[in-house]
Every structure is written in structure tokens, then in C-alpha cells.
């Protein structure tokens, strides 16, 4: 028998397999932004612990975008996966209606379901921003801004409210000027331009919703000859391998 498997150079049918199993020891894995460090750290992470349980992975990039997220959804649910694995910012209800309609399990990872319907895995993004920016008030910072990427999504409204709530409850004046949307992206002008703008409103300390953002931060600091932590401190949010450079 393996003889002619060789000769004929046969590969299991795992769709076909499932369909008489039930099971194709497969899950579907939705990203957002394969370039993001964060949510690919992660999927490289459901593919160590797949692999240990001998299962397979089918990822797909959405963009972020609802439109894509519901394409790429239904295209692997066609692929009768045993589960799927869903990370994004957060959840729209398209996708929500969408998820509802399959009987195949779908995990969150990463993504806020303000109906808290979906089993989910994601911290607490008010607390954690409210932390570090309590860890920059305790180190003697009066003037500091909340940096993030700028697109609108429920995540960026929540921690918000965890800056707001930490300036308030120390009793500093909340300025929601410093609260400031940027590229994830930085190229050397922009970078250069959130510095002057952070100087100019007088921060001297800034809490960092990506880790991208943070290190563009950090060199054009450095580039401009303002010492961190010393001058400046920046606390970052993601953990992702660039900061550990």
C-alpha cells in the first residue's frame, strides 16, 4: 500500500476526510494585518500549540475591514474547519450576524464583543492603559498623552477612558489634546512632527497603544537628542518582538 501511495504521490483529502469524520483537524485563523507584530505574534503562537495537537491552520488576512472579514470568513468555513480563531479590533455586527448563522465554534482572540455573547480571549484594555499610565503619573509626570493609531474602533474609545480616568483620579488636569491618533507607520516626518507637537503642549511622558508608534517615538527622541527615560518616558503596550531590541 505505501509503496503505491508513493508511486502515485497521494495526499489525503482533508475536506473529503472530514466530511465522513466530522473532523479535519483544521482551524481557521482570521488576521487583520499579517504586517501588525502584535496579531502575527499571535497567530504564530495558535500555530506552536496547533502543532502540538498535530492540527492544521488556515490563515487568512482581512484587512480589518467588515466587507473582507465576512468574505474571508465564509470562504473558510467552507473548508469545514473544526473551529476558527478570530482577531481584529473589534467586532462589527455584520461579522456578529455572520458567526451567528454557523454551527462551527468561533473563538475571539484579541477583539472587544461588546455583547460579550462570543467566547473571547482579550484583556482588559481600560485597566491596562489606565496601569501605565498610573506607572508614568507615579514616576513624577504631569503632562502625558495617550498615543495610538488612528482608526476608529472601540478599543481606542475604551482606553481613553482608562487615560481619562487614571489623569482624573490623581487629580491632574485631563487635556484631550494630548490624546493623539497617528500612523502606525511613522516615516521620518511624521515621527518628527509628533515630537514637536508633544513638546510644544509641554508632554514629557506618553503612554503607547503600538508598539510601532512607540519605537518611531523613541529614535526621533533620540534623534533630537532628548534623553529617555530621562527627558521623556515611554511606556508601550504590545510586547511585541521590537521591543526587544
Not at 483537524?25 to 496579531?39: C, E, K, M, Q, R
Amino acid at each position: 500500500v505505501t509503496d503505491v501511495i508513493d508511486r502515485l504521490n497521494y495526499r489525503p483529502n482533508a475536506v473529503a476526510r472530514g466530511l465522513a469524520s466530522k473532523k479535519t483537524t483544521t482551524v481557521g485563523v482570521i488576521i487583520p494585518d499579517v504586517t501588525n507584530l502584535y496579531f502575527s505574534s499571535l497567530a504564530r503562537g495558535i500555530d506552536d500549540i496547533a502543532s502540538m495537537y498535530n492540527y492544521n491552520i488556515i490563515q487568512a488576512n482581512s484587512d480589518g475591514d467588515s466587507k473582507k472579514e465576512i468574505k474571508v470568513l465564509n470562504t473558510i468555513l467552507a473548508q469545514q474547519v473544526d473551529g476558527i480563531i478570530f482577531m481584529g479590533h473589534q467586532l462589527s455586527d455584520e461579522v456578529a450576524k455572520e458567526i451567528d448563522l454557523t454551527d462551527t465554534p468561533v473563538v475571539l482572540a484579541g477583539t472587544i464583543d461588546e455583547t460579550n455573547e462570543l467566547p473571547s480571549i482579550v484583556i482588559d484594555y481600560k485597566e491596562a492603559i489606565k496601569d501605565s499610565t498610573q506607572l508614568l503619573i507615579d514616576n513624577g509626570h504631569e503632562n502625558i498623552a495617550l498615543l495610538g493609531i488612528d482608526k476608529e474602533s472601540k478599543k481606542q474609545k475604551i482606553s481613553a477612558e482608562g487615560y481619562k480616568e487614571a489623569i482624573e483620579n490623581a487629580g491632574l488636569n485631563y487635556n484631550e489634546s494630548f490624546i493623539i491618533r497617528t500612523s502606525a507607520d511613522l516615516n521620518v516626518l511624521d515621527a518628527a512632527d509628533l515630537v514637536n507637537r508633544l513638546t510644544d503642549l509641554g508632554v514629557t511622558a506618553a503612554t503607547v497603544e503600538d508598539d510601532r508608534i512607540a519605537i518611531s517615538l523613541l529614535n526621533e527622541l533620540i534623534e533630537q537628542g532628548i534623553k529617555v527615560p530621562e527627558d521623556f518616558e515611554i511606556v508601550t503596550s504590545n510586547n511585541s518582538p521590537l521591543v526587544d531590541l
